[in-house]
């Protein structure tokens, strides 16, 4: 990869400028294929259509034991909302949780973790 030492300068005639991404590394899936005594690993989407399915495609390719899901874009949740919602999804089963506000959620969600600890 070619990396400027310098400013990059502004070129008579061009209109846009290219910028390459590099990937960086899944760190979700590399803890999940850990060996550990007792862990429980969950992970996150925000999904703006298939969230079932991308949610449960995650659930697998990255060997999670929970995946908690929400659709985001869509009204009166998200970033600017204090609300949301959002279903959380296991190898056997799922839970939605509909609209409630974020802090009440965050204690719903950390209630199904600890009764997945338990499982």
């Known amino acids: 990869r070619q990396v400027a030492q310098q400013k990059l300068k502004k070129t008579a005639g061009s209109q846009t400028l290219t910028l390459e991404l590099v990937r960086t590394p899944d760190i979700l899936a590399e803890v999940a294929t850990q060996e550990q005594a007792l862990k429980l690993v ?54 939605a949780f509909p609209g409630t506000a974020k802090t009440q959620l965050a204690e719903q969600l950390l209630d199904l973790i600890a009764e997945r600890l338990d499982a």
């Open 42 to 95: 969950v992970g996150f989407a925000a999904e703006t259509h298939d969230v079932e399915k991308y949610a449960r495609g995650k659930l697998a390719d990255k060997h999670l034991d929970l995946i908690i899901a929400n659709q985001v874009g869509i009204a009166g949740g998200g970033f600017e909302s204090d609300q949301n919602a959002a279903t959380a999804y296991w190898s056997d089963g799922q839970r």
